[in-house]
């Protein structure tokens, strides 16, 4: 199966410690999407890249966070001096492009479920 | 992106057709109908989505209303496997090029009952 694929799965961390998840999409996949879901919620929108290019954030991406795709494949998601309400699964998800008009399916990945103690 | 009402939760027995309803009476004309569901503590898996017609894949079919202001999701044989939460979005595929987040809601729990 080439579906997204994230690691790590799961990440336990010190309140203050850096963490960083790497998303795999699928191959020739151009865009790649970052979530956050918490406990009993729908997933929230973070970010999106069309290959490299980051070109939408939303609010809820702090300073402390920051993504990359350098080489508009893999991309990471980097928390810095994680706070205890950081904990919660981070999705990525992958689509093809389109031009507009046409659709364009997000695939999501398993997700990192990070827990800041 | 037009907003969605779904139901919270659902039961349906295990062999009978789950039937969850959307509500997404402001929709717009640009606005597709996607359904996608998250087993518990995975990620969400894409369904099916539709704009006007109904459609049918290999997991489910999509019936939306002729004034597309509602739409159905419908499992024709329930399995326990399908217990999930179900989210119904609408997504405007004009402006960006579709090319922003998805907007989830809190989704309809389907609990399939042995």
């Known amino acids: 199966d080439t579906g997204v694929s994230q690691d790590p799965r799961h990440k336990i961390t010190k309140r203050g410690q850096n963490v960083t998840f790497r998303c795999d999409p699928i191959?020739?996949?151009?865009?790649l999407y970052w979530y956050r879901q918490t406990l009993g919620q729908g997933p929230e929108f973070l970010t999106y890249f069309q290959n490299e290019a980051q070109l939408e954030k939303s609010r809820l991406l702090s300073d402390r966070f920051s993504a990359e795709r350098p080489k508009g494949s893999f991309s990471t998601l980097e928390i810095q001096r994680t706070e205890q309400g950081d904990s919660a699964m981070y999705l990525c998800a992958s689509s093809s492009g389109g031009l507009a008009g046409i659709t364009d399916t997000q695939y999501f990945g398993p997700g990192t479920r990070l827990t800041v103690l | 992106d037009a907003k969605t009402t779904q139901p919270p939760s659902m039961d349906c027995a295990e062999g009978r057709a789950a039937n969850l309803p959307c509500n997404h009476s402001t929709i717009s004309g640009n606005e597709y109908v996607y359904w996608y569901r998250q087993i518990h503590s995975q990620g969400p898996q894409y369904i099916i989505h539709g704009l006007k017609n109904n459609e049918t894949n290999e997991m489910a079919s999509l019936i939306i209303t002729e004034d597309r202001k509602s739409s159905t999701l419908i499992l024709p044989h329930a399995t326990l496997r399908d217990t999930a939460v179900y989210y119904c979005?609408?997504?405007?595929?004009?402006?960006?090029?579709?090319?922003?987040?998805?907007?989830f809601g809190k989704g309809t729990h389907l609990i399939i009952q042995p």
């Open positions: 979005i609408v997504r405007n595929f004009l402006s960006g090029g579709g090319a922003d987040g998805l907007t």
């Open positions: 191959s020739e996949h151009n865009r």
